[in-house]
């Protein structure tokens, strides 16, 4: 079974431009979430799409947003880039069903550095 | 809110030594998960292993072990005869249950150097 899958793997952008990441769950996984880790915050929970509906979100400005197809791929976009938004994005999938925890597998991330 | 705390920002031993991550969590919900994730330097999260808040048992795999312990809100995490591939960063996370039980709150992390 293929893990989850990110790309870009590396991107280089300049301050006030737009990025958008992909996201491609494993094979079956409704749900997808996505993270970012910076060495001064740690790893930060942004948001969670579930059948194509965001169900959590974190403390994040309205420049971070997502959304997710009906075939569970998941994209990110992050607008006006700010140099503090250089981080490691990473994306979790799951089967997301019921009300309770499913494991979460990682994707390798995407190194996001702004300039 | 919930909020995990890894004291041990960085810790370094030799080989073959036994090594404990601690992990403080706090949370006001009665249902929750906690989880040990390891991240190599490759940057993929590695899950290691989930307790739910109801399942105070210890729990034993190969040269890793846990220790929950609601009573002082800690989930412990033992690695015995420690080998160099053991080095990496180790996170600890907390979710509540329910529908937010996806989102994951994870502590600052210990970078484990295992030195030959």
């Known amino acids: 079974k293929a893990g989850v899958t990110q790309t870009p793997r590396y991107l280089i952008k300049t301050r006030g431009q737009q990025v958008t990441l992909s996201c491609s769950p494993i094979?079956?996984?409704?749900?997808v979430s996505w993270y970012q880790q910076t060495p001064g915050q740690g790893l930060q929970f942004l948001f969670e799409?579930?059948?194509?509906?965001?169900?959590n979100k974190g403390n994040f400005p309205g420049r971070f947003s997502g959304r997710q197809f009906s075939n569970s791929r998941s994209e990110m976009n992050v607008s006006t880039l700010e140099l503090g938004d250089s981080a490691l994005y990473l994306c979790?999938?799951?089967?997301?069903?019921?009300?309770?925890?499913?494991?979460?597998?990682f994707g390798p991330g995407t190194r996001l550095t702004v300039l | 809110a919930q909020k995990v705390t890894q004291a041990q920002t960085e810790i370094s031993v030799v080989e073959k030594e036994d090594v404990t991550l601690d992990c403080v969590y706090e949370?006001?919900?009665?249902?929750?998960?906690l989880f040990w994730y390891k991240q190599p330097p490759s940057g993929e999260l590695v899950f290691l292993i989930r307790?739910?808040?109801?399942?105070?048992q210890n729990e034993i795999s190969g040269r890793y072990s846990w220790n929950f312990q609601k009573s002082t809100s800690s989930f412990n995490f033992t690695i015995t005869a420690s080998q160099v591939v053991d080095s990496a960063v180790y996170f600890c996370?907390?979710?509540?249950?329910?529908?937010?039980?996806?989102?994951?709150?994870f502590g600052q992390g210990t970078r484990l150097t295992i030195n030959p």
């Open positions: 979790a999938s799951s089967l997301g069903q019921g009300a309770y925890f499913n494991e979460q597998f």
């Open positions: 094979s079956g996984h409704r749900s």
């Open positions: 799409y579930f059948s194509e509906t965001q169900r």
């Open positions: 949370t006001r919900d009665t249902t929750y998960y």
């Open positions: 307790r739910n808040s109801f399942d105070e």
């Open positions: 996370a907390l979710s509540r249950g329910g529908q937010g039980a996806q989102k994951l709150v």
